[in-house]
Every structure is written in structure tokens, then in C-alpha cells.
């Protein structure tokens, strides 16, 4: 088996908005794959397709060589999808929920009592772990169910944005643990609408908008279609942007995109930007404000579709 995931010409429409417009994906076992894409893009629709919950209109998709469609009950015993199989107790406490869980996955109760405590341990809900699950906050559940998705190491595991709305140290937690079921060679599908999370995790990325692959490959070469970092810069005057704009295309061979006042001007790397804003300093222009960034899914998008993420919000669909 080449593929641990293998999704060829995947279709799925709602009516008259076509969630899936023919994507492949691929990830070798024991590989993280990104999939990348702003609200709408289609990443719901294909990970509910991979975890059999949803069917295809057309395409195929296989798990471990398992197809989803024929072969769906084989395909649940050896993935997991964070939130869907797991089914919290509100009444229960966190660690009875993770008790539970490996009980009913055939666990000795020593050994369900141990996991859930390792497990607990690990998402730091050591203080909550004897409270009812009903009053945790949002951070607090979502962590709980990605430790129930995980109380047996599954051979593929799906993770929908399981970061959004966590705080800065439950995602680096989350990355860490992510990492630990690679290294033993778990494979990983991963949406998110963070290029820093894909950058951190992913092996491979699929960039999805409008239910379409628009680029993919490893997170060095996505980067690269944007150029290495993005130059903001802020002129005291805002007549003097198209001052700026020219000297952008002369110096470095792009004159950016203005927005809200400021120039964002993609260069390769910081000597390139330098150079700028020396040239803009010998022209006299005065700046209120500059920065370099590494590049944002918003320049992804910029360059690759030419319009923005936020342009085409859409709400998510409830899985
Ligand atoms: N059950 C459904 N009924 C109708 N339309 C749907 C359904 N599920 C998804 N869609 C539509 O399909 C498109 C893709 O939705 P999907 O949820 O897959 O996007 P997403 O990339 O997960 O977005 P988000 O980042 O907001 O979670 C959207 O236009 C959405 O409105
Ligand atoms: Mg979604």
C-alpha cells in the first residue's frame, strides 16, 4: 500500500453548491497531510466523505486501501475523526469519558484507568478530570474529545480545525501529540485554516478553495509561489503609495498590493527587503509604520486565486 489516504476525482454538490469539484489527495502512512483552505473551501465535506459519513456523488476514496463507500465499517475500525466516534457523557466526568471509551474498545479496567490518566495528563486537564464534562469551556471540551479520539492509537486519524479556538499552549499541545502518534506511525489528515499549523505539522499540504485542489506539495514549496517574507510598509502620507508601488517594482519586481493605507510587497528574503527600505528612505518618503511577516493563507490565496479568504465566507455547516 503506497497510500494511507487516496482520494481521486471526489465530487459531492448540495443542491447547487458543488462542496467537491474533483479533488485528489494523497498521504504516504505514517505522514501528516495539510489541508488548507478558507470557510467553504470543501475541507468538511472531504474529511466527512474519508470518515464514511457522508457519500460521494463521484470519485473514490480509499483508507488503508479500504474503500469508503463499499468497505465504510472497515474504514471505522481503523479511523478516528475527532468529535464523531468518541460521543462525550456530559453527566460523566472527563475521566470517567476516557474510562468508558477504552472499556468499550476492550481495555482491562487497569489498563482503561492508566491510558486515561496518561491521556489526561497529556492535554493538561488534570484539574478538571474529576468535574462533569458538562461544565467545561470550549478549550477544555475540545481537548477532552481529541484525547477520546486518540484512547486507542488509530492507524489514520482525522482532525477537523482542531485548533480553532484553542489557546496558544493547548495548539503547541496538540502539536506535540499529533507529532507523537506520527513518530509511531499514525497517519494524519488535518484541516486548518492556519498556514503556521499546516507549516508546523503537515508533510504534505493540498491547498482546497471552492472544492477544487489549487496547489499542493510540501510547505517550503508552497511557500515559495508567495515568495519567502511580505513587506508591509505604512507611508505617513498616502498620496506617497504609488511612490512606494514603483520603487517596490524597481527594487525588488513587484509592486505589491495596498490595503487599509499600507504596501505589502512579497520578497525573497530579508536582504531583498533591506535594500527596499533603503531606497525608499534615500526617496525621503517618510513611514509610520513597517514590518516583514512570513507569509499569511491570505497571500497563499492572493497568489495563487487572486482574490482573498475572507471574500467568499460562508458558515460552516454543523458535521
Ligand atoms: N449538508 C450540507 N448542506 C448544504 N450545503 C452544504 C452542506 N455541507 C456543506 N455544504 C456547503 O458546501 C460547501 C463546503 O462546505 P464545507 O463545510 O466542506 O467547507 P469547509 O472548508 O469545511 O469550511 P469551514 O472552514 O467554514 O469549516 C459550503 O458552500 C457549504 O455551505
Ligand atoms: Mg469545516
Redesign the pocket.
Known sequence: MRHAIEVRGLVKS??E?R?LDGVDLAAAPGTVLGLL?????????AVRVLSTLTAADAGTARVLGLDVASQAAQVRERLSLTGQYAGLDDALTGEQNLVLIARLLGASRSRARARAHELIERFDLAHAASRPVEGYSGGMRRRLDLAASIVRRPEVLVLD?PTTGLDPSSRGGLWAVVRELVAEGTTVLL?T?YLEEADQLADSIAVIDAGRVIASGTPSQLKQTVGGLVLRMRPVRPEALAQLRDLADWTVGAGGREEDGSLFVPVAHAGEATALMSRVSQAGIDLSAFGLDEPTLDEVFLTLTGHRTGADE?T??AA
Open positions: 448540495f443542491g453548491v462542496a483552505g478558507p470557510n467553504g473551501a470543501g475541507k468538511t465535506t480545525e484541516t485554516q460562508k460552516e455547516v
